[in-house]
């Protein structure tokens, strides 16, 4: 699929990190980006400064992810990409030792239902929805393309930390997703693809102790040092315009490993 001001885009998790870097590499190609966050003020600040339109969406809501979708739409008319970037990373070990008696606590279940719900179902909400719409339009060049859908996994699917039972779970889910659901769309002319990134230089690593980061850019063989979020950006410019790329999760990472801790 061809990048350019005929295509409309929706973003989740586009206000910050490695979903507002895809949606100013998108707009910067022409696309009409509609950004889809919790966070308004720096949300409607980005989309000013890319020309997209910010809608808030709370994607662990069914009726908010479709009614942000249906905004977007009257705005930019019918998106033919969906990416979904936005996420949690809250860390708590399975069972751990209460603060002020030492007795073991298993894992806080709300906690990590709130986790699932963010990082896999709110994926799959925006899929199904954007699909959805996509399977209606008509489809474009020699592939009848109708649509491209794109989700930010993680190589915590496959390498998850101590303390990241919840976040590497639901990551897991979005890396089992992308398979069936390139095949069910594939009908439609629709395709799926997952980027799974290692570590980046994203506001909640950015907000670690120097001394932190770089022990985590230590880490990665090679480049050495954490990825940026215009390579993540790059990535997905090139799976809307590649039509062979479906189906597949692609580790980006610098060939890391994460280690238990």
Known sequence: MRLDGTIAAVVTGGASGLGEAAARHLAARGVRVALLDLDAGRGA???????????????????????????????????????????????????????????????????????????????????????AAMAALEPLGEDRERGVIVLAGSIAAED???????????????????????????????????????????????????????SLAAQVPFPHRLGRPEEFARLVAEIVENPMLNGAALRLDGALRMPPR
């Open 45 to 131: 600040r980005v989309a000013g400064e890319i020309g997209g339109r910010f809608v808030r969406c709370d994607v662990a809501d069914t009726d908010s992810v479709a009614g942000a979708l249906a905004e977007a739409e009257a705005a930019h008319g019918p998106a033919r990409i969906a990416l979904a970037c936005a996420g949690i990373a809250p860390a708590q070990r399975l069972v751990r030792r209460d603060r002020a008696t030492g007795t073991p606590k298993p894992h806080d279940m709300a906690l990590f239902e709130r986790v699932v719900a963010v990082n896999l179902l709110g994926a799959v909400r925006l899929a199904t929805a954007a699909a």
């Open 160 to 214: 998850g930390q101590i303390g990241q039972a919840a976040y590497a779970a639901s990551k897991g889910g979005v890396l089992g997703f992308t398979l069936p659901a390139a095949r069910d769309l594939a009908e439609w002319g629709i395709r799926v693809v997952t980027v799974m990134p290692g570590v980046f230089r994203t506001p909640m690593v950015a907000g670690l102790p120097e001394e932190v980061q770089r």
